[in-house]
């Protein structure tokens, strides 16, 4: 069982970046997925989920500008982010059946 998260990188203020966790080994579209972050010196906190039936719920400090989404064809799940903040910096991870993805980091800065 394997997620494996990419698209991390170096962003302005307010631009976007989308994320990607794709699962292989047993997790398939009926997973939940989710997706949290750790920033440094901080614990690791929740940040978006979608459920096996494409229902999605949100951090507050997100809504309104992250979107979470499947491809069930290619067990994937994205995270668009836009309207970055530089807040939202930290290293993203994907979470399914209980397994940790490696993460990728965003880093938001001017």
């Known amino acids: 069982v394997q997620l494996q998260a990419s698209g991390g990188g170096l962003v302005q203020p307010g631009g976007s970046l989308r994320l990607s966790c794709a699962a292989s080994g047993g997790i398939n579209s009926f997973n939940a997925v989710g997706w949290y972050r750790q920033a440094p010196g901080k614990q690791r906190g929740f940040v978006a989920r979608?459920?096996?039936?494409?229902?999605?719920n949100f951090a507050d400090s997100v809504k309104g500008r992250f979107t979470i989404s499947r491809d069930s064809a290619n067990n994937t799940v994205y995270l668009q982010m836009n309207s970055l903040r530089i807040e939202d910096s930290a290293v993203y991870y994907c979470?399914?059946?209980?397994?940790w993805g490696r993460g990728t980091l965003v880093t938001v800065s001017s």
């Open positions: 979608i459920s096996g039936g494409g229902s999605t």
């Open positions: 979470y399914s059946a209980w397994v």
